[in-house]
């Protein structure tokens, strides 16, 4: 896969002792044997170190090929090669290199950019890892062990986040913006910056003077819009599309009766589908289990019993039943309070 701007492969070189990684991305393979002599240089100018030992795989752009050969041998370097099919004699480059894909992609996922942004996901992956710690170095990260002092954590920023890159000032009007909305790409090389990621002209610059939401993703935003469409209003139309099959077979009368009964159900149906499909589910079934009562005994309350005498009293004092009605009423079952008023009656 191609990046945005035309690379396809990449470079991995580890240093043994340190573990510190370099990548390079490449447009072609016959490139390498070029990076790998400015690496060879750099490491000399830099470190005064000279290289003494180079380990690879069997790729011809890797130093196999006569060119190479003799360039190692004027510089007394000695190549050596893992076996075919034998990767586990060039182990440390192979697990760093599965290592940076790890890293890689989860960048690339997280980040939600386009698979032609892989480039800047390996490159910005080789700078966290050279600065993380490692097992390998008992606690100590890449970086410490090369340059003999601790990384800096805090210009780390989280990737594909947005910021807002500041304008330059030369030919910027008055009522023009002071920044422009941008997704954080990564760390370049050789500057103090960031590399952005303009979202208004989808070009790549660095910038010094940038504003981080480091909590949202620009590249997640039309995704997540997407996903709101599985969950669609109740009140559309598109919810009885994507209803039950059996739901008009539900509604539907049997055969047995009559055509107009069951064209009107059909049309009450297709005017409130939720409506008549709910009811229909609220009804018990053939097979629904009867519901559980409680065999306790019920008792009314006091107050009611008190109530219904005196209704009982006041509706018999008009037909002279007053004695008949104390008797199957006694005073017992009434509250003393309702005592007292039926005995302050008199019969008219």
């Known amino acids: 896969m191609q990046t945005y701007n035309g690379y396809r492969y990449f470079l991995t070189i580890v240093d043994d002792y340190s573990r510190t990684t370099w990548t390079h991305l490449l447009t072609t393979k016959s490139n390498a044997m070029v990076l790998i002599r400015a690496f060879i240089e750099m490491a000399l100018t830099q470190f005064n170190t000279k290289v003494k030992t180079i380990r690879s795989d069997n790729a011809l752009e890797l130093g196999l090929n006569r060119e190479a050969t003799a360039y190692f041998l004027s510089k007394g370097i000695i190549h050596q090669t893992s076996c075919v ?36 996901c390996v490159l910005t992956a080789t700078y ?14 890449p970086f410490q062990v090369l340059f003999e002092q601790k990384p800096n954590y805090e210009h780390l920023r989280v990737f594909g986040s947005l910021c807002y890159a500041s304008t330059l ?9 002071r920044s422009v909305p941008c997704v954080f790409l990564g760390y370049p090389f050789g500057q103090k910056a960031y590399k952005l990621l303009n979202l208004e002209t989808s070009q790549i610059f660095t910038s010094r003077d940038v504003v981080f939401h480091e909590n949202i993703l620009p590249s997640h935003s039309s995704q997540s819009a997407d996903v709101s469409n599985m ?23 049997t055969q047995n009766q009559s055509s107009t009964l069951q064209n009107d159900i059909i049309r009450e149906e297709q005017a409130t589908p939720f409506l008549v499909d709910t009811v229909h589910q609220a009804s018990p079934s053939h097979n629904s289990v009867p519901p559980r009562r409680s065999k306790r005994e019920h008792k009314t309350p006091s107050i009611c019993q008190s109530l219904f005498a005196i209704t009982l009293i006041l509706s018999q004092l008009h037909s002279n039943h007053h004695a008949v009605l104390i008797l199957s009423h006694p005073y017992a079952a009434m509250h003393p309070s309702y005592v007292i008023l039926c005995l302050t009656i008199q019969p008219t």
């Open 231 to 253: 969950f669609p209003d109740p009140k559309g139309p598109q919810m009885h599309d994507c209803d039950d099959h059996n739901a008009v077979s539900r509604v539907i009368p």
């Open 85 to 120: 099919v034998t990767p586990q004699q060039n182990g440390v480059v192979e697990r760093k290199h599965k290592h940076l894909l790890e890293t890689s992609r989860a960048l690339l996922f997280h980040s939600g950019l386009p698979i032609k942004y892989w480039g800047e």
């Open 169 to 177: 000032k030369a030919g910027r009007d008055k009522f023009q913006a």
């Open 128 to 141: 966290l890892i050279n600065r993380f710690p490692s097992k390998v170095l008992k606690g100590s990260s």
